[in-house]
């Protein structure tokens, strides 16, 4: 699941690249160029932006989905043990304390 993730991640970035470089030749051809060839340059664009709207549409789909079910194994974990949970809650939070702490007394200094 993650390498789908990170696959999809580069496939987004390479569209988005694509859509600014398309951009940027549509803009520059707007200054001397036929018409024929800016209407082409701009479907292109045009299809190029829907398909990495339904690349943004489907990650965040995706990123729902993964978050909704690692709340629910969260949410299960706690309710079959919870004083494992209120014990690690409370090591987080005594580490972020001493953390703070060190953080505050070194911008004392």
Same mark, same amino acid.
């Given at each position: 699941?993650? @390498?789908?993730?990170?696959? $999809? #991640?580069?496939?987004?970035?390479?569209?988005? @690249?694509?859509? %600014?470089?398309?951009?940027?030749? /549509?803009?520059?051809?707007?200054? @001397?160029?036929?018409?024929? #060839?800016? !209407?082409?340059?701009?479907?292109?664009?045009?299809? @190029?932006?829907?398909?990495?709207?339904?690349? /943004?549409?489907?990650?965040? !789909? +995706?990123?729902?989905?993964? !978050?909704?079910? !690692?709340?629910?194994?969260?949410?299960?974990? %706690?309710?079959?043990?919870?004083? +494992?949970?209120? $014990?690690?809650?409370? $090591?987080? $939070?005594?580490? %972020?304390?001493? /953390? /703070?702490s060190s953080t505050m007394s070194n911008d004392r200094r």
């Amino acid at each position: 699941m993650r @390498n789908s993730m990170e696959n $999809g #991640k580069d496939e987004l970035l390479s569209d988005f @690249n694509q859509v %600014v470089s398309e951009t940027q030749g /549509l803009l520059d051809s707007m200054k @001397n160029a036929t018409t024929e #060839k800016t !209407a082409q340059l701009r479907a292109s664009l045009e299809r @190029n932006l829907e398909a990495t709207r339904q690349r /943004l549409t489907a990650l965040q !789909a +995706t990123a729902t989905e993964r !978050a909704t079910a !690692a709340a629910r194994a969260t949410d299960d974990y %706690v309710r079959e043990s919870p004083w +494992t949970a209120v $014990g690690v809650a409370a $090591g987080i $939070g005594v580490l %972020v304390g001493l /953390l /703070l702490s060190s953080t505050m007394s070194n911008d004392r200094r």
